[in-house]
């Protein structure tokens, strides 16, 4: 097969489409031909150096796919060869062929194309986990979203809508604003131009936020919580603004707030099969009935990988950029 391969780590051009041994699944695995997959942040900062997979994992980058099942491992049911599937990985995604824990596999949801549903298991496995199953947003709440603009933003603003919450989101500029606004968010910050904090406040009477959820991290992380509601809940699940900051405890004991800080990519396997359950009950039916949307801003081929990297650490996308292998070349849209 061929897959994304790093022979140096570096920037966009590190990334290298090479023929690489194939995958052969394990107990309790199954080997999925790669239709499509997408670009993650952990995959730029692997390609960086600076993210290695987890002991076991595949080599290559890429933390999620979609595609048609190939073969079945030893002690797995309930999966046949020639099922189409999406899946949450640990690696291996940007290849045309990835073994897959059973537990990590979900059905694409009826009504979705095998290509597209690749931009779904990575984002809804990590807003379902954190918004929902760790801060628990309930229903009138209010959920601050930075970053919301990108693939998981639009999930988080979708997601957060369905269940009844108010959604307020960061992002740089008026038409990454405007889109945000068509997937249902209320209230709309400008990061370049307006301090959230007090946006927030105002917008909520002095309130806050009763859930946040950031990719920006240490950066932020004193806003943050300020911006938090009584009983306010922080989950923090990127570090693009940095890896140390000062947390006044003094406010946060005021605020009676939790901050928390998740990622998915090395969770025991028990773990994410239990996320992945949860996604295929309370996500996917919101999918399948039109409320919920993957946001695709653009499919390249696999092969050019290094441009799609471009792309996100510009920060030119809206949504999820898409990686198609030869087998979904077909049925694929620039």
Not at 21 to 33: I, K, M, Q, T
Not at 184 to 190: M, S, V
Not at 228 to 256: D, F, H, P, S, Y
Not at 303 to 310: T, V
């Amino acid at each position: 097969m061929y897959a994304i391969t790093i022979p140096e780590p570096g920037g966009p051009e590190a990334l290298v489409w090479a023929e690489a041994p194939d995958p052969v699944p394990g107990e309790g695995e199954v080997l999925v031909e790669v239709v499509a997959s997408a670009v993650n942040r952990a995959d730029l900062l692997q390609r960086q150096g600076f993210y290695d997979p987890p002991p076991g994992a595949s080599p290559y980058p890429g933390l999620e796919c979609s595609g048609r099942i190939i073969d079945v491992g030893p002690g797995v049911s309930g999966w046949a060869v020639g099922d189409e599937v999406c899946a949450l990985l640990a690696g291996g995604g940007y290849a045309e062929k990835v073994a897959v824990p059973a537990g990590q596999l979900l059905p694409v949801p009826e009504g979705l194309d095998l290509v597209t549903a690749a931009a779904l298991p990575e984002v809804t496995a990590t807003v379902w986990s954190n918004v929902f199953m760790i801060a628990h947003l309930r229903p009138g709440e209010t959920l601050l979203v930075h970053g919301g603009a990108s693939g998981i933003g639009t999930m988080a603003i979708q997601l957060a809508k369905a269940v009844g919450a108010q959604v307020a989101v960061t992002a740089g500029g008026p038409e990454k604003l405007a889109r945000c606004a068509e997937l249902g968010a209320d209230l709309l910050i400008d990061y370049r131009e307006q301090d959230f904090v007090e946006e927030l406040r105002k917008a909520t009477e002095g309130a806050g936020a009763d859930v946040i959820l950031d990719i920006v991290g240490a950066k932020y992380l004193d806003r943050n919580v300020r911006a938090l509601a009584i009983n306010g809940r922080l989950a923090v699940i990127g570090l693009q603004g940095g890896v140390k900051g000062e947390l006044n405890l003094a406010t946060l004991l005021g605020k009676r707030g939790a901050v928390t800080a998740t990622s998915l990519r090395g969770r025991p396997l028990g773990e994410k099969a239990a996320i992945v359950a949860a996604v295929r009950e309370h996500v996917w039916p919101l999918i399948e009935g039109g409320r919920v949307r993957p946001v695709v801003d653009r499919k390249l081929a696999m092969a050019d990988a290094a441009q799609a990297h471009r792309v996100l650490e510009a920060g030119e996308n809206v949504g999820k950029v898409l990686l198609v292998a030869p087998a979904g070349a077909d049925s694929a849209v620039g």
